[in-house]
């Protein structure tokens, strides 16, 4: 039996769900009546906030809509949710721990930052040619920017990965170009274009967490770079391999995880290394569903941890038998000395896609 409350959010062309554990069982899901576009689906997600609170970034057609949580687990729009928010889509909006949501707008040197109660969000420029894709903000208040700047007047890159960072709310900015890891994982970002642009960013407690895409869609590899409490760097590649979440635990350690079930656990003066998690998610799913096809393949939408070691995860099973046809979504819950399935939503149902722990 899961002991920590588990909440988690569905899509279906009509409407979101979103679901609760409870000591007892399942809750019956809550249903939103909002049309989310099923190409910006993979983009509902669940943040948790520093206080606790959850909030869900969802659509609202073509733009974006957040609800967040009450004392009693039912989530409501935001008040005030401003229109320069709204219309933006959903992959462009940021929800970040301390309550601030941040907007990027698509080509624009430009951030947008809102917070409920005020009337308006406040408008800050990047650096002249900085193009921003994602945003965080660390327990020290400063704002991280990844994304891309002008390349050099003489170099052959039109554009070059960088990363933007503030201490006074995006009144000022630095920037930093300066590519991370050893010269050979250097030139390997060159020649594959993973220098042109850094994709994500995470702050999570002493870890800067910031990666870099490569390759075609049809066989992506993913640079994964991580700064400590010391300043210090470290990098990996997740080889045709998509990074899918970074989770931190109060041990202190940082676990990436990636979109094919591998985990690279990384603790200050070890080397990193990876694993599959594949193994312990096909033997937890034999609990809740048993008949599953040998060769069905798994793949992790979603991953929280909680602060005694569990991971949760949302997992897409596919059928390789059907050119990869959806065959459900399993939560499953992987700890130091268990692991457990608790839910499976079988297709044509609506799709699960991200989860995350109740605080407390």
Known sequence: ??????VWASWSDEAIFIQRSSPDGLLAPQRIARRMLAGHRYFLRLFRLSDGTLWLRGGAGEGTAIDAADAAGVFHPLEGWPEELATLPPYCVVPMADGTVAGLPSGESRLLLWRPGVARPVLREFPEGFLARDVARDPR???????????AERSSLERRAALATSQDNGLSWQTDEVARGTLRATWHRFITGA??????VDALGKYLVVTSELGDINAPSTHVFVRD?????????????????A???????????????????IVGGHRWRSSTLIPRIRNALRDVNPFLDADARFEVLSADASPEG???????VRSLRERLARVGEA?????PDRDEAFFFQSEPGPEVVTARFASG
Do not use: C, N
Request: proline content about 1%; aromatic content about 8%; overall charge positive.
């Open 331 to 335: 939560l499953v819950v992987l700890g």
């Open 195 to 200: 220098d042109v642009e850094y994709r994500t």
């Open 310 to 316: 569990k991971a949760l995860l949302v997992v897409s």
């Open 247 to 265: 989770m931190t635990f109060d041990d202190g350690h940082l676990e990436i995880l990636s979109h094919h079930g591998r985990s690279i656990p």
């Open 229 to 245: 409490g010391e300043g210090k760097w470290g990098r990996d590649i997740l080889r045709h391999d998509v990074f899918r979440a």
């Open 1 to 6: 039996m899961l002991q920590r409350v588990a």
């Open 141 to 151: 208040g400063r704002l991280w920017v990844a994304g891309s700047t002008r390349g």
